[in-house]
């Protein structure tokens, strides 16, 4: 066992002799694995081992750097994505970590959700279909993005993004909303990788944004008539995109002052002088070609370019007073461009920045309740992705995802570790591992925030600019509370959206996703439209093969949904229940159908499933 640790370790890349020699002797499965390993030939594992990209993001020290077992590389991929194949758990375990994580944010961005909606001719004005006034293209678009896009890992980090930088379609009532929110869900995809700063710029001035939070139409101050600029973006700016509400130390704790109290990190005056910066802005409309969609002339539409342009700067809206906040000053009278470039420049610079940001993605992705020294390390690679450079989003990402304590086996047995899968992730993973399609390409997966009826929850369309849950939420009388544990995503949970998932899970894991006009772009409900039906629909090719055989059935789904994860006492009730109802490899395709969407809804409402560790 020692000779084949050897043979594939390199340096820091692998796990030490020891690790892998104990782990070995616990789990006869990664036995197995490292016997494969030695087999596949020194050569092989020493060139995953040495790939520039995997060592630029593998930080010093980490022990758990490689996945040993088919279950280390389905966790892996179940928090660096959304779902976990075969094919994707062979190639974790032919790499390290990092390796394989550098090879997934190199791959190219897939198609944009703004080419996807023109692709399906949602850009067109045309008075019957009123695309530029519907929410539903928005829906389609995200949900399509979620469950097709070959770039995973990107739309995984997006999805993320969007719920710390948030904008909700629910909030968007202006024309081309759909394509304002596609725009800006692409500028999220595309500076998933990037630089915090100049993210944090692009959703500054994004038109989507600029709507929600007021940016759009703000002006400067009018004494004549006692307007003052809108505070709104200068507020959430600063509490919810950048620094938070009280001063932090790099691991994320609270810092407090001399009688024990916490620190705030701006006042009200700072919100005011800040709001200034913020004038001038609105959309840009230099390129707008206007229709009319009737002979009065009473309706008139634009295009949609001003949706995906940067807001256009008016210096005579601008405000030219002084700016005074966070201890930065900004002379009267300095350009708009300046004084923006000022203004964010002292935001992203601010020490509260990393570990705000960035234990609110390891809550995202990994856990609710990161230890001080994960968040630290985090913070860390915010400071200084290891050459340098600050708010590097592609180190962060990678120092969430490789770290020890999203990695270490420990996390499995520890009570406070983990997170709550969220309802929209359970419907993505649930499509993405078993293939469903739209035989129409309608891709009609719309609104399903209804608790009561549906997930509870649906992409892009938060309540409110705070999201669907505070990150410090604690479920009041429980266990958790009593320990002092957030749990975020119980903020949305109720007795009704319990209920109302598995009573929507049963119908779409049986059955698809009903559309009346898949054949349509538009959202209709034509009754005696002949294509009307189940266009959204999974295939379950491997396992409707395992059907007859229950154990091997439930196996199979324990590891790409749960990671291995699920106890085996229940994996035996659940093959007990399954058995009740007999089958043999002859039985017809319906009956076998039902035993794997039985199975299915009985590991995707299994508490170690919901619990995502």
Not at 48 to 70: F, I, K, N, V, W
Not at 159 to 179: I, K, N, Q
Not at 511 to 516: A, L, Y
Request: a neutral charge; aromatic letters at 8%.
């Amino acid at each position: 066992m020692r000779a084949v640790a050897a043979i594939g370790c390199t340096g820091d890349c692998c796990m030490t002799h020891e690790d892998t020699d104990t782990l070995a002797a616990a789990d006869p499965v990664a036995e197995r694995w490292v016997q494969r390993a030695a087999l596949a030939g020194a050569a092989g594992l020493l060139a995953a081992c040495s790939t520039p990209g995997g060592r630029l993001l593998q930080r010093p020290g980490q022990q758990y750097s490689r996945a040993h077992t088919p279950e280390d590389a389905a966790r892996f991929l179940l928090q660096a994505q959304f779902s976990a194949s075969d094919a994707e758990i062979a190639a974790v375990q032919q790499h390290s970590y990092a390796d394989w994580l550098a090879q997934q944010l190199d791959a190219p961005q897939g198609q944009t959700g703004w080419d996807w909606l023109n692709e399906r001719g949602y850009g067109a004005i045309d008075n019957t279909t009123r695309y530029f006034d519907h929410f539903y293209p928005g829906d389609y678009m995200v949900w399509n993005q979620l469950m097709t896009a070959p770039d995973a890992v990107r739309k995984r980090l997006t999805l993320a993004l969007s719920e710390f930088f948030v904008v909700s379609l629910t909030g968007l009532d202006f024309a081309w909303r759909s394509h304002a929110l596609a725009h800006y869900w692409d500028t999220l995809a595309r500076h998933a990788l990037g630089n915090f700063r100049t993210l944090l710029e692009e959703v500054t001035l994004n038109p989507a944004m600029g709507h929600y939070l007021n940016t759009k139409g703000n002006q400067k101050e009018n004494a004549a008539t006692g307007r003052v600029p809108d505070e709104n973006y200068a507020r959430e700016v600063m509490q919810l995109f950048t620094i938070g509400l009280v001063q932090l130390n790099a691991d994320g704790s609270e810092k407090t002052g001399t009688n024990g109290q916490r620190l705030e990190t701006y006042s009200q005056n700072d919100v005011t002088q800040l709001a200034r910066v913020f004038t001038g802005y609105d959309f840009d409309q230099r390129q707008n070609v206007t229709v009319v969609l009737d002979p009065e002339g009473k309706r008139k539409v634009g295009n949609t370019n001003f949706a995906k342009q940067r807001m256009a700067f008016a210096a005579n809206r601008h405000s030219e007073q002084a700016v005074h906040f966070l201890g930065t000053s900004i002379a009267a009278n300095t350009p708009g461009a300046d004084a923006l470039k000022k203004a964010l420049d002292t935001l992203f610079l601010h020490p509260n920045v990393g570990p705000f940001f960035g234990k609110q993605m390891i809550q995202r992705l990994v856990t609710s309740n990161p230890s001080p020294a994960y968040v630290a390390r985090v913070s860390a690679a915010f400071a200084d992705n290891g050459r340098g450079v600050r708010g590097d989003l592609r180190a962060v990402f990678a120092a969430i995802l490789l770290d020890d304590e999203a990695r270490s086996p420990a996390g499995l047995r520890d009570p406070q570790f983990g997170r709550l899968r969220e309802p929209m992730l359970r419907l993505v993973q649930w499509g993405r591992t078993f293939g469903i399609t739209s035989a129409q390409g309608s891709w009609k997966i719309g609104d399903l925030s209804n608790p009561a009826t549906q997930l509870g929850q649906s992409p892009l369309r938060s309540p409110s600019v705070f999201n669907f849950f505070r990150p410090g939420y604690v479920p009041p009388a429980t266990q958790m509370a009593a320990a002092g544990a957030s749990a975020p995503e119980f903020q949305i949970v109720t007795e009704s959206s319990v209920a109302g998932y598995i009573n929507y899970l049963q119908g779409v894991v049986r059955n698809g996703i009903f559309v009346n006009d898949p054949d349509l772009p538009h959202n209709v409900n034509n009754s005696r439209n002949p294509k009307r039906g189940f266009d959204i629909q999974a295939r379950y090719t491997p396992e409707l093969a395992l059907a007859p055989d229950a154990k091997a059935l439930v196996a199979r789904l324990n590891l790409l949904l749960c990671a291995g994860q699920l106890p085996a006492a229940l994996q035996a009730r659940m093959v007990t229940a399954l058995n009740a109802t007999p089958l043999n490899a002859t039985s017809p395709l319906d009956k076998r159908l039902d035993r794997v969407a039985a199975a299915v809804l009985l590991t995707m409402a299994a508490p170690q499933y919901l619990v995502q560790k």
